[in-house]
């Protein structure tokens, strides 16, 4: 079975706070992706990286890095949270086995409020 | 550029309807896949079905049932006598060769009333 986790279900922290949000795949997967989700905004990705070490913005990278240094983990990192930050964030991983059709299976996201 | 159209944004019907909701794709590229995806209120994304740009055979999967038409560049995805647990926001996406995103639809709210 796929499985993709996120270390938090739900998160809060104050504005300037350091924010880590962690994903885990077991799939052995190449790709994995950092989401946002926003009410009226739909999924935006926010980064992408394809292999260990690797990465690519997203269409809205601004005020968040990543990291890969293990092609099982990849983490979302938020220097300074700001309110602006509060979102629904999921990840998701990928394999190449099948191209551009593979699939991309998400875990259970992680509910980030800043205050 | 590429780009999916869910134009239904909430659907509400009672147990035991049928209800379709729509996903119209624009691409140029000739070789893509499109993907449907549903979002309980839990917020995981779980994947429903994926199919490429050379196979039009519709697809059945128990009371899920997928249209897909090129001629109307159309992924519809239909619910058969539907229940409260299909609840959910559904997502349809565009996968092409161009760009390694996901082009993903607005998504449509579907509500099964008891």
């Known amino acids: 079975d796929v499985k993709v986790t996120q270390s938090s279900r739900y998160l809060v922290k104050r504005t300037g706070e350091k924010v880590f949000l962690e994903c885990v795949q077991d799939?052995?997967?190449?790709?994995m992706f950092w989401y946002r989700q926003d009410p009226g905004l739909g999924l935006r990705l926010i980064y992408f990286?394809?292999?260990?070490?690797?990465?690519e913005k997203g269409d809205i990278p601004e005020g968040y890095s990543v990291s890969r240094e293990k092609k099982e983990r990849f983490s979302l990192i938020l220097e300074s949270a700001s309110t602006n930050q509060t979102s629904m964030y999921l990840c998701?991983?990928?394999?190449?086995?099948?191209?551009?059709?593979?699939?991309?299976?998400f875990g259970p996201g992680t509910r980030l409020l800043v205050l | 550029a590429q780009k999916v159209t869910q134009a239904q944004t909430e659907i509400s019907v009672v147990e035991k309807e049928d209800v379709t909701l729509d996903c119209v794709y624009e691409?140029?590229?000739?070789?893509?896949?499109l993907f449907w995806y549903k979002q309980p209120p839990s917020g995981e994304l779980v994947f429903l079905i994926r199919?490429?740009?050379?196979d039009e055979q519709n697809e059945i999967s128990g009371r899920y049932s997928w249209n897909f038409q090129k001629s109307t560049s159309s992924f519809n995805f239909t619910i058969t006598a539907s229940q409260v647990v299909d609840s959910a926001v559904y997502f349809c996406?565009?996968?092409?060769?161009?760009?390694?995103?996901?082009?993903w639809g607005a998504g449509t709210k579907l509500i099964i009333k008891p």
């Open positions: 996406a565009l996968s092409v060769q161009s760009n390694y995103q996901l082009i």
């Open positions: 691409t140029r590229d000739t070789t893509y896949y």
């Open positions: 199919r490429n740009s050379f």
């Open positions: 799939m052995d997967h190449e790709n």
């Open positions: 990286s394809y292999d260990v070490k690797m990465k």
């Open positions: 998701a991983s990928r394999g190449l086995a099948g191209g551009l059709g593979e699939t991309q299976y």
